[in-house]
């Protein structure tokens, strides 16, 4: 296969759900000039992708659609095995990729060819009152998310943005999860040159499509910072993420998120990794003072996060996806 080192690939995973085609036409409409081709790895259950509407929206944009085997992970595995380019960047579908998003992150690439991550930022999609918070986690860096009302009063929340305060540049120091200090996966680029020998870049154990229902970046991220790999952030490269989600779905996603948080650090924990036991002992003690459901034991805490779960039975596959965010104004 012949690496083209001056150009990269843009791979998007995805169900179905329609804002994919807003997501490819946003691309398309920037700057894409780096852009060696899209992959849209094709993860329904049916295979029923419109491989001719991808096509148009994205033309003159060569794409290749992959049938994925189901999972996040897996996706994102077949993409990286497929890609003609060393660096792939990836981007959700629920996501907006500013103009010149795919330029900013391949030049910060070929700027740093040690960096085997970079991560761009994330905004959550405008409403009114939105708002980007931010909390110190011990240990860990600085977790965000976005707030909202809806117009009739109801609490909103955007996961899976950046932190205003992050700086440009490469992270350093012990290994942490990348949410805490360079970003997350909805706006990465990955250079394949770089993984880690011997292993899945992403654990098909982990992420949407699932038991976990997430968790890949985070252990994705872990491993690299432990092997020595650097990450950087390159917050020039933006997207805006569209999930704004209402009560019943917020609980759903951060339940999605503390199992994939705790499997991440506990795949390293049960290898050996004392720095990994101690930021998940850590992260636990931080969810129990601060979560927003009032949880203050771990038995209830871990009850909660797999309530759904009988014991000695397959865990049903889990999506952030499988709960529908509030609608907003962006159109396709």
Not at 95 to 112: F, K, N, S, V
Not at 149 to 161: H, I, K, N, R, T
Not at 243 to 271: I, K, N
Request: contains cysteine; negative net charge.
């Amino acid at each position: 296969m012949t690496v083209e080192n001056e150009l990269v690939t843009v791979a998007v995973c995805s169900v179905g759900r329609p804002v994919l085609h807003r997501a490819l036409s946003g691309l398309a409409r920037g700057e894409t000039g780096s852009v060696a081709e899209v992959l849209v790895v094709d993860n329904t259950d049916d295979g029923s992708l419109d491989r001719t509407r991808l096509a148009d929206l994205l033309a003159p944009l060569p794409l290749r659609v992959l049938r994925g085997p189901g999972g996040t992970s897996d996706g994102r595995n077949l993409a990286l095995a497929e890609a003609r380019t060393d660096v792939v960047l990836f981007f959700d579908d629920d996501c907006l990729p500013e103009p010149t998003w795919a330029r900013e992150l391949a030049a910060a690439m070929a700027a740093e060819p040690t960096v085997a991550a970079a991560y761009g930022s994330v905004e959550p999609v405008p409403v009114p009152g939105g708002r980007v918070l931010t909390d110190k986690v011990p240990l860990m860096g600085e977790s965000a998310w976005g707030e909202a009302e809806s117009a009739d009063g109801e609490p909103l929340w955007c996961p899976a943005v950046t932190s205003p305060t992050w700086k440009a540049g490469i992270a350093t120091g012990e290994p942490t999860p990348t949410w805490a200090v360079v970003g997350s996966s909805n706006n990465m680029a990955v250079r394949r040159s770089l993984l880690i020998d011997g292993r899945p870049a992403f654990l098909p154990t982990l992420g949407p499509g699932t038991g976990a229902g997430s968790g890949e970046d985070t252990e994705f991220g872990y491993a690299l910072m432990a092997a020595g790999r650097a990450l950087a952030h390159v917050p020039g490269a933006g997207m805006r993420h569209d999930s704004w989600l209402a009560p019943a779905a917020t609980e759903w996603t951060e339940r999605c998120y503390l199992r994939g948080t705790v499997e991440a650090l506990g795949h390293h924990a049960l290898q050996g990794d004392e720095r990994a036991a101690r930021l998940l002992t850590t992260y636990l003690a931080y969810f129990a003072a601060g979560n927003r459901y009032g949880f203050r034991d771990l038995g209830a805490i871990l009850a909660w996060a797999y309530g759904d779960h009988t014991a000695g039975r397959p865990r049903r596959p889990q999506r952030k996806s499988d709960q529908t965010p509030v609608a907003t104004t962006q159109g396709e």
